[in-house]
C-alpha cells in the first residue's frame, strides 16, 4: 500500500525568508508522479508543483522547488521569499502511473509571519 | 477560479438524511474525481469518472455513490448519513483523466452531519 508521510504538521516563517515543508512516502512502485497542493484559508485546493519519479531533475515553479530523493523517498518543497499569501495549509500527494487513487498526506500548516 | 464549480456551498442535515453534491467540471474536461477531507481520515480519494463511466475507485463507502451524467457534470450521493460524514467534498476535473493531466478542483461543499 502506498502511504505519505508529512512529519509537520504546523510551521511559520518569517515574510521573504525560506523554508522546507517535508515529506516522505512508501511505495514498491517505480513509475509515480509526486505533488504539492496549497490550500489557503479559502479552502480551495491549488496545484503548487508536480514531479514525476522517472525525471531526475528536481521541478521549479517560480518561489517553489522541490528537492526529489527517490532512494530515500523523500519530496520536500523548498519555498523561496516567503510571501504572506503563503499562509495556507500544504499537501503531499502521490499517485502510481497503474492507478488513479491519488494518496494524500496530512498536511503542514504554514503560516508566513510578517 | 479553477472552473469547477459545486453546489451547493454549505450543507447541514441530520443523521440518516440522503444528500446530493453536484459538480460541473471545467469546459472541456472529461474527467471527474470526488475527495473528502476530514478531521480524522485526511484528504481521501473518493471516484474518478471518465465520460460517463467509472475509471477508479478509492475510499468510498457502500452509503455513497456518484454518476457522471451525459452533459458531464457529476453528482455525489451520500446516504444513511453518520455524524463522522460531515465533512469537506471536494470535486476535481481534468482533460482526459490521465496521470498527466493537472486536475483542477473546486470550492468544494461543507457537509455538516447533526
Known amino acids: 500500500a502506498q502511504t505519505v508521510t508529512q512529519s509537520q504538521p504546523e510551521m511559520s516563517v518569517q515574510e521573504a525568508e525560506t523554508v522546507t515543508l517535508s515529506c516522505t512516502y512508501d511505495t514498491s512502485e517505480s513509475n509515480y508522479y509526486l505533488f504539492w497542493y496549497k490550500q489557503p484559508p479559502s479552502r480551495q485546493m491549488i496545484l503548487v508543483i508536480r514531479?514525476?519519479?522517472?525525471?531526475?531533475q528536481n521541478a521549479t515553479e517560480n518561489r517553489f522547488s522541490v528537492n526529489f530523493q527517490k532512494a530515500a523517498k523523500s519530496f520536500s518543497l523548498k519555498i523561496s521569499d516567503s510571501q504572506l499569501g503563503d499562509t495556507a495549509m500544504y499537501f503531499c500527494?502521490?499517485?502510481?502511473?497503474?492507478?488513479?487513487?491519488?494518496?494524500f498526506g496530512a498536511g503542514t500548516r504554514l503560516t508566513v509571519k510578517p | 477560479d479553477s472552473g469547477v464549480t459545486q453546489t451547493p456551498k454549505h450543507l447541514i442535515t441530520a443523521t440518516g438524511q440522503r444528500v446530493t453534491l453536484r459538480c460541473s467540471p471545467r469546459?472541456?474536461?472529461?474527467?471527474v474525481y470526488w475527495y473528502q477531507q476530514s478531521l480524522d481520515q485526511g484528504l481521501q480519494f473518493l471516484i474518478q469518472?471518465?465520460?460517463?463511466?467509472?475509471?477508479a475507485k478509492g475510499n468510498i463507502l457502500e452509503r455513497f455513490s456518484a454518476q457522471q451524467f451525459p452533459d458531464l457534470h457529476s453528482e455525489l450521493n451520500l446516504s444513511s448519513l453518520e455524524l463522522g460524514d460531515s465533512a469537506l467534498y471536494f470535486c476535481a476535473s481534468s482533460v482526459e483523466g490521465g496521470l498527466r493531466d493537472e486536475q483542477f478542483f473546486g470550492p468544494g461543499t461543507r457537509l455538516t452531519v447533526l
Open positions: 469546459s472541456g474536461d472529461l474527467s
Open positions: 469518472y471518465y465520460n460517463g463511466e467509472e475509471r
Open positions: 500527494a502521490f499517485m502510481i502511473y497503474s492507478g488513479d487513487d491519488m494518496r
Open positions: 514531479q514525476e519519479a522517472y525525471k531526475q
